[in-house]
Each structure stands twice: as structure tokens, then as C-alpha cells.
Nanobody, 123 residues
Framework: QVQLVESGGGLVQAGGSLRLSCAASGGIFSTYTMGWFRQAPGKEREFVAAINWVENTHYADSVKGRFTISRDNAKKTAYLQMNSLKPEDTDVYYC?????????????????WGQGTQVTVSS
């Protein structure tokens, strides 16, 4: 069983930056694909970014060039560096872990989820 805990969310002005962290416990972290998703109230959860065990990455078009996903296997932590934030990036951000090596944008590919962290970008 894998437990995921996100941190690093908060309030930031448009154009600012935040770095989200996702700390994992249980399981073999280095073998998991890690993903970040986000969800606004009343909307479906959407894919943001993913990184697999060989550190290949995949991004949603809406965040390409602004967000960077990374991982530190020694610390069992995944990160999402978010730069040039926009008000439309305001969401609850969720970390997820999956056993498939694929860089999936599909929620069903991820077996484990964190509780989420709120990111609010003011204009």
C-alpha cells in the first residue's frame, strides 16, 4: 500500500511560482510512475504531468513550458515546479502513483492518490 501526501500549495499572484511536493511511503517508489492532476469544483479531474521510473516526462498542453515534474527517489518524493502561474491554474492539485511504466494521462492508470493541495492564483 502506498500513501501519498501533497504539500506546497497556497496563494500566489499571477506570474508567480510554487513548488508542490508529494511524499510517498510504502511500496517501491522508484518503480512507480508519478502523476499530477488537478480539479476545480464541479469539474472533472484533469491531467497535468507525469514522470516514469526512467524520468521520461509528459505534460498537458496547457502547462507545457511553465510546469516541470521531477522526482527524487532517495527522498521518495515527486515535485511539480509551477512557474508563470495564471488564474486559470487555480485548482486542487492531486498527486498519484501507478505501477505502469506508461506516462498515462488517464486517472484509471493510477492506483494511489493523495488528498490534494489547494493552489490559488490571484489576478
Amino acid at each position: 500500500q502506498v500513501q501519498l501526501v501533497e504539500s506546497g500549495g497556497g496563494l500566489v499572484q499571477a506570474g508567480g511560482s510554487l513548488r508542490l511536493s508529494c511524499a510517498a511511503s510504502g511500496g517501491i517508489f522508484s518503480t512507480y510512475t508519478m502523476g499530477w492532476f488537478r480539479q476545480a469544483p464541479g469539474k472533472e479531474r484533469e491531467f497535468v504531468a507525469a514522470i516514469n521510473w526512467v524520468e521520461n516526462t509528459h505534460y498537458a498542453d496547457s502547462v507545457k513550458g511553465r510546469f516541470t515534474i521531477s522526482r527524487d527517489n532517495a527522498k521518495k518524493t515527486a515535485y511539480l515546479q509551477m512557474n508563470s502561474l495564471k488564474p486559470e491554474d487555480t485548482d486542487v492539485y492531486y498527486c498519484a502513483a501507478g505501477r505502469s511504466g506508461l506516462l498515462s494521462a488517464t486517472m484509471t492508470s493510477y492506483a494511489y492518490w493523495g488528498q490534494g493541495t489547494q493552489v490559488t492564483v490571484s489576478s
